[in-house]
């Protein structure tokens, strides 16, 4: 069963999430939909993604499955330091699809105006309490346009970050 018109399946969660363990639930579970619907767009935003599990061999698997001609994946940071050294799989996965793959470092220069969340065209979760790994998550066309419109502010305020290949001489 879908929620109608968007081809996210019911199977997400809508409504408060707490603790880290949902929080990495609910990261797992909105990358196999991605998977397994093909939604065109996914928008990543967090300070770090120090403590999103991106380099989990499921995860990768489910980035694997998405990964197509016209898809998207935008993600957006203050800093991506701790990417490589905790999602060692992510960044190998990432080097193969650049062409798919956008990095972004935000100007956000105070953790209160950063938004952590996930964005897809039909479905999307925030994390309003990033300490306790808490928030929400929702189908809701008001929420997604709410939250899409926050993530526009940070990408229009936002350069190039994170190169898929570090060219030396």
Not at 62 to 83: E, P
Request: proline letters at 5%.
């Amino acid at each position: 069963m879908t929620s109608e018109n968007s081809g996210v399946p019911a199977a997400l969660p809508e409504g408060r999430f707490t603790g880290p363990g949902e929080f990495s639930n609910l990261i797992r579970q909105a990358f196999s939909a991605a998977a397994t619907e093909g939604w065109r767009e996914i928008i990543l935003c967090d300070r770090d993604f120090a403590d999103w599990p991106l380099g989990e061999q499921a995860v990768v698997q489910a980035l694997n499955g998405w990964s197509k001609t016209g898809r998207k994946l935008i993600l957006v940071a203050r800093t991506y330091d701790a990417v490589p050294r905790r999602h060692a799989r992510f960044v190998t996965w990432r080097q193969t699809w650049s062409h798919v793959v956008e990095c972004r470092k935000t100007a956000a220069t105070s953790a209160d105006g950063m938004i952590s969340a996930l964005w897809s065209p039909g479905w999307v979760f925030e994390r309003l309490d990033v300490q306790r790994s808490s928030g929400v998550a929702g189908f809701e066309v008001g929420r997604r346009t709410a939250l899409r419109e926050r993530l526009n502010e940070h990408l229009l305020n936002s350069s190039p970050a994170f190169p898929a290949t570090v060219l030396g001489l």
